[in-house]
């Protein structure tokens, strides 16, 4: 290699920062190198305390908007979006935020009492909060029948306070399971009322069921009977006098089912019977818990042949629609009924008979058209032919308000004459 060629070589080797083998570098080389390499690590520095500055800010960020039970899902451009968190509970948003209305909660909206002795009555009450923004009012307790009463309740309540609700059940009149409900009206928009039950078991020493005796008779069958249990509940074996009836329009007699536990009272009606009777059947027992048993016997008189309604009304003359009545026809007799030839005297009205249960229930369905008007006087009535002795022919009578009558003019005023038209 000549001359030339060699020192054009090196410094092409020189050119690109190299050194040739065996030569070491001059001082000036040593220091531009030194100031690159600081340069470098002063960079990475500062970009690394820069991401650890901006997570800080963002995780402080995030806890204010969790805090206001908010999330504002926004990035720096160019970057990916966080992906959205999930959202807090109910109960958080409104035990922060207070809600924009008043809301009820009750702490226990079922009450069981357990087991109480028959008579005793039971007392306790509800207690609620209003866990909304605004003040609550309740403005109704109604429960659901005459035994059960509310006291004085919380009329208003601010939002975060509670209230209260005192409720009285009496259980002088039942026996077993029992469950009663209590509405609260309130002002809350979301559930403005609320069903509150209360249950429990009543324990008697003595089960009577039915504790009334009721027994349907007709004329034609003014004979029926009806069965009374009766139930030992306590552990001394139970023993019962003979039933005593203040009425002689009813007849007892005491079966024993099952010695000391289980009885039947046998209820009969004693013809003849003069309309609905009622009376009082006395049992003396030989519990100190129930030493007295009353049971009421009720006996309905009720007719061979039902008919309801008895008659049919229609709206005022004439009809401005078609109108449809359906009259039913009940057999409380022990022998089977027929009913034959529907009529109706009425201009344009059709009658359809239906035996729903063979001899023992009918419907009669009359249709009346529009424009229908009885004449002043007119006697319109559906019938029915039937092969009972004493209803041969049932008869259901029409009645329509007449037709307005026009106003009258007095006499002496002036006929009032129409001026021409100009």
């Known amino acids: 290699m000549s001359r030339r060629s060699k020192r054009r070589h090196r410094q092409q080797r020189q050119g690109k920062g190299g050194l040739p083998p065996g030569q070491a570098a001059t001082p000036t080389q040593n220091s531009q190198r030194g100031t690159k390499g600081r340069a470098l690590l002063i960079g990475a520095a500062v970009v690394v305390v820069g991401a650890i500055l901006y997570a800080v800010s963002g995780s402080s960020g995030r806890k204010e908007e969790i805090a206001l039970g908010t999330i504002t899902n926004s990035a720096p451009s160019g970057t990916s979006a966080p992906a959205p968190l999930l959202p807090l509970p109910t109960a958080a948003v409104v035990s ?14 079922v009450y069981d009492f357990g087991q109480v002795k028959g008579g005793e009555v039971v007392k306790y009450t509800y207690v609620f909060t209003n866990v909304g923004g605004a003040i609550l009012q309740v403005s109704n307790v109604q429960a659901s029948c005459g035994c059960t009463t509310a006291g004085k309740w919380s009329r208003q309540v601010e ?5 209260s609700i005192p409720i009285q059940f009496n259980s002088v009149n039942f026996g077993g399971a029992v469950g009663k409900s209590i509405t609260v009206t309130c002002n809350d928009p979301n559930q403005p009322t609320v069903v509150l039950q209360i249950k ?36 001394a074996p139970l023993t ?26 046998i ?50 003359a004439p009809l401005a629609n078609p109108v449809v009545s359906t009259i039913s026809i009940r057999n409380n007799g022990t022998n089977a009924l027929a009913l034959t030839e529907p009529a109706m005297n009425g201009k344009g009205v059709a009658v359809q008979l239906k035996e729903l249960r063979p001899g023992r229930y009918f419907t009669l369905t009359v249709s009346f058209p529009a424009g229908f008007e009885m004449a002043r006087g007119e006697k319109v009535e559906l019938s029915v032919k039937s092969n009972h002795p004493q209803f041969p022919m049932i008869k259901v009578p029409v009645i329509q308000p007449p037709r307005p009558a026009p106003p009258v003019v007095p006499l002496g005023t002036p006929a009032v004459t129409p001026s021409p038209s100009q």
Do not use: C, H, Y
């Open 159 to 163: 939002p975060g306070q509670s209230g």
């Open 240 to 265: 019962l006098s003979v039933p005593e009836s203040n009425n002689r329009a009813f007849a007892t007699e005491l079966r024993t089912n099952q010695p000391g536990k289980e009885f039947q009272l």
């Open 96 to 109: 922060v935020a207070g809600g924009s209305g008043p809301r009820i909660v009750f702490a226990t909206p």
């Open 267 to 316: 209820v009969k009606t004693v013809p003849p019977l003069a309309g609905s009777v009622q009376g009082q059947i006395t049992l003396k027992t030989s519990s100190t818990n129930m030493p007295v048993i009353n049971v009421t016997a009720w006996a309905n008189m009720q007719q061979a042949v039902m008919v309801m309604p008895s008659q049919i009304t229609l709206p005022a």
């Open 200 to 235: 429990g078991n009543i324990w008697k020493p003595i089960d009577v069921m039915p504790q009334i005796a009721v027994l349907n008779v007709t004329a034609d069958a003014p004979s029926n009977a009806t069965t009374v249990r009766i139930v030992n509940n306590e552990q």
